[in-house]
């Protein structure tokens, strides 16, 4: 069965750290993975996209990709209040579909 | 770019009755869009993929009697809840994938709340 793990947190930072994500997927073939923001009571939120090893970044944010681990992380630098929401992995695995698997999810609190 | 509507936002009804839920990309064709459902504390879970002019594809244990899927042009799906009781009571939230767009990237809908009494 196709799995995508995230630690559910909650992930405590204080304010102007570095909040670091993980997550973990378990089909070899994956082939593209996100990252979604997700306010209570909200829609997910787009943030990051990432398809190649190594590292993506975008303004506070930077995804990590390690294929060969079967590892995805977001690191959020500068981190603030705002930033505190549940941060969704999602991986496709299965290009045919255009499918996403998402994870359960870690919540991140950014203490001011 | 890559908005997506739904509507309503929220709707509270009778046990039995059913619910019709609109998603519709503004400012791009979707050729394929998706529904997804989300109970309190707990991850989205797709329900079903749609493409423009075709049969929707359910995911295993979804009732497709029960969650009727149309998706009858590139900018609108809509999905109905047929005889809708208590434990339908969720987050409903649609997405959109556009041809334009590499990799898969779903633009999420703003999700309708359904509450059935």
């Known amino acids: 069965q196709k799995e995508v793990e995230q630690n559910s947190g909650p992930l405590s930072v204080p304010e102007g750290a570095i909040a670091s994500l993980n997550c973990t997927y378990s089909?070899?073939?994956?082939?593209?993975f996100f990252w979604y923001r997700q306010y209570s009571g909200k829609s997910p939120e787009l943030i990051m996209s990432i398809y190649s090893n190594g590292d993506k970044e975008d303004g506070r944010f930077t995804a990590q990709l390690n294929k060969a681990s079967q590892y995805v992380s977001l690191l959020i630098r500068d981190s603030q209040p705002s930033d505190s929401a549940t941060y969704l992995c999602?991986?496709?695995?299965?290009?045919?579909?255009?499918?996403?698997?998402f994870g359960s999810g870690t919540r991140l609190q950014v203490q001011p | 770019g890559a908005v997506v509507s739904q509507h309503p936002s929220w709707v509270i009804c009778k046990s039995g009755t059913s619910v019709k839920i609109e998603c519709r990309s503004l400012d791009f064709q979707a050729t394929t869009m998706f529904w997804y459902r989300q109970f309190p504390k707990q991850s989205l879970m797709l329900m079903a993929t749609s493409n423009e002019g075709s049969k929707a594809t359910y995911e295993q244990g979804v009732e497709k009697d029960k969650f009727l899927i149309n998706h009858a042009s590139l900018t609108l799906s809509t999905l109905t809840v047929t005889s809708a009781h208590p434990e339908d009571s969720s987050f409903y939230i649609c997405?959109?994938?556009?041809?334009?767009?590499?990799?898969?990237?779903?633009?999420f809908g703003p999700g309708t709340r359904l509450t059935v009494l």
């Open positions: 997405s959109a994938i556009t041809s334009g767009r590499a990799y898969n990237e779903q633009f």
């Open positions: 089909d070899r073939v994956s082939q593209s």
């Open positions: 999602a991986v496709n695995s299965d290009t045919g579909r255009r499918a996403l698997t």
